[in-house]
C-alpha cells in the first residue's frame, strides 16, 4: 500500500477509518528518524480534534484479571454508546520489541467489536514498561472519535506512576487472596489512585474479596487521614459482570469531581508539561546516540567502566563533552 501524505493520514484518522488508524499508531510507535518527523506533523493536524474522551488507566497486581475486567468494561461501555479504545502496555521482547502478552487474545470480545479498538503497545524497555508513544497513541484514537480510552499497565516497576500522569482516572484493581495483599501494593501507587476495585468477587471467592475491600478501604483512610479523599473502594467480577456498573459510576463520579474543582483542566495542563518533558528527553537520548563524537568515544569508554578503570560518572562527562563538542563545530545538526 503507498505511503499517504500526513496531511491525508490525519483526514483518515479524524474519518475513523481503522486502517488509517492502525497505520498512524505504528507511525508514531516508531523510532525511525523519518517517521518521528512524519509523526511530529501527524499530530500537530490531530491535536485539535483531542481532549475529549474519558482517559483511564487500568492497573494492579499480577492476576487481577486487568485485561478481562478491560474486555468486560469495554463491551459494557459500547453497549451504552460509547466508542471504546484500548491501550495495552506489553512488556517487549529481548529479541525482537514486539509484545509478548498479546492482550488482543485475552479481549476476545472487545477485539472483534467494531466499536472497540484495541492496540497492544510493545514497552520497548522504557522506564516502568510504559510504551514511549502511549501518549502520541491515545491521541491518535481521541482524534478518530474513540470517547473512552482504557490505557492498561504492566503491573510492574513504575508503569502505575507514569500511566497515572497520562490520564484522568487512575483505575486499580485488587485480588483477595493474592498472598502479600496490602504489603503487595505500594503505598506511592495507592496515593495515585482515584478508584480501586477488588476484582474476581464471585462464587466462593466473593466473600473474601468483600473483606479484603473493606480492609484495603481501612488502610486507605489512614493513609490519607481523611475519609472525604478516600478514594472509592468497590467489589466487581468481570467473569459475571456484577459491580462493573458501579465502578464505572465511579469512574464518572472522579471526572465530575474533577470538572467542578476545575482540577480537570489543570491535570490536562500538567500531562502536557510531562509530555513535552517526556519527549525532550527521547530526543536528547537519541541525539546522543547519533552524535558522532560519541559514537567514536563510546566502545573504548564503555569498555574502561567495565574494568573499573574509569568511573561511571567520569564516562558519563566524557560522553557529554563529546556531543557539546560535536554542536560547538557543527559536526552534530538537528535533522
Not at 265 to 292: F, H, I, K, N
Request: with cysteine; hydrophobic share 40%.
Amino acid at each position: 500500500m503507498p505511503e499517504l501524505d500526513v496531511a491525508e493520514l490525519a483526514e483518515r484518522v479524524i474519518a475513523g477509518s481503522r486502517l488509517h488508524v492502525s497505520r498512524a499508531i505504528t507511525l508514531v510507535e516508531s523510532s525511525h528518524q523519518a517517521h518521528r518527523q512524519r509523526a511530529r506533523a501527524l499530530l500537530e493536524l490531530l491535536v485539535p480534534h483531542t481532549g475529549r474522551a474519558i482517559r483511564v488507566g487500568v492497573s494492579g497486581v499480577p492476576g487481577a484479571g486487568k485485561s478481562t475486567f478491560i474486555d468486560a468494561m469495554g463491551v459494557r461501555l459500547i453497549e451504552k454508546g460509547h466508542r471504546v479504545a484500548v491501550v495495552a502496555v506489553d512488556p517487549s521482547s529481548t529479541r525482537t520489541g514486539g509484545s509478548i502478552l498479546g492482550d488482543r487474545t485475552r479481549m476476545g470480545a472487545l477485539a472483534t467489536s467494531d466499536g472497540a479498538f484495541v492496540r497492544p503497545s510493545p514497552s520497548g524497555g522504557h522506564l516502568g514498561g510504559v510504551a514511549r508513544a502511549t501518549r502520541e497513541s491515545m491521541l491518535v484514537l481521541e482524534a478518530a472519535g474513540y470517547d473512552v480510552v482504557l490505557v492498561e499497565t504492566v503491573g510492574v516497576g513504575q508503569s502505575e506512576v507514569a500511566v497515572s500522569e497520562m490520564v484522568d482516572t487512575f483505575l486499580m484493581l485488587g485480588l483477595a487472596r493474592s498472598g502479600d495483599q496490602l504489603q503487595g501494593i505500594k503505598r506511592g501507587i495507592l496515593e495515585r489512585v482515584d478508584v480501586v476495585a477488588v476484582n474476581k468477587a464471585d462464587g466462593d471467592n466473593e466473600g473474601a474479596a468483600r473483606v479484603y475491600a473493606r480492609e484495603l478501604r481501612g488502610a486507605m483512610r489512614m493513609m490519607t487521614g481523611d475519609s472525604a479523599k478516600t478514594p472509592p473502594v468497590l467489589t466487581c467480577s468481570a467473569y459475571t459482570g456484577a459491580g462493573l456498573d458501579e465502578v464505572w459510576e465511579a469512574v464518572l463520579e472522579h471526572r465530575q469531581k474533577l470538572e467542578e474543582a476545575g482540577s480537570l483542566t489543570q491535570r490536562r495542563a500538567d500531562q502536557q508539561r510531562s509530555w513535552l518533558w517526556a519527549l525532550t528527553e527521547a530526543s536528547v537520548m537519541e541525539a546522543l546516540r547519533r552524535s558522532p563524537g560519541v559514537k567514536q568515544a563510546r566502545a573504548e569508554i564503555e569498555a574502561q567502566v567495565a574494568a573499573g578503570s574509569l568511573g561511571a560518572p567520569e564516562g558519563s562527562q566524557l560522553l557529554i563533552e563529546a556531543f557539546a563538542r560535536d554542536v560547538a563545530d557543527g559536526t552534530w545538526t538537528t535533522p
